[in-house]
């Protein structure tokens, strides 16, 4: 199965709750931070809520 790295590359401080709540989900705490997830379909739902905050890559 193929893996997302997702980089939070802008801060969560003007964003709504449950935008900051989703970062939380993926493990991001601050800009920089990345994390690797499995490519499902929970997990492309949280990118896509933050797609504006994160930069993803997948890794095969």
Do not use: C, F, P
């Not at 989703?22 to 809520?49: C, F, P």
């Amino acid at each position: 199965m193929a893996t997302l790295k997702v980089t939070q590359i802008k801060s969560k401080v003007s964003e709504k709750q449950n935008q900051r709540d989703t970062l939380r989900s993926l493990g991001l705490k601050r800009i920089g931070d990345s994390v690797e997830r499995e490519d499902t379909e929970q997990n492309r739902g949280y990118v896509r809520a933050v797609a504006h905050l994160v930069k993803v890559e997948e890794i095969d």
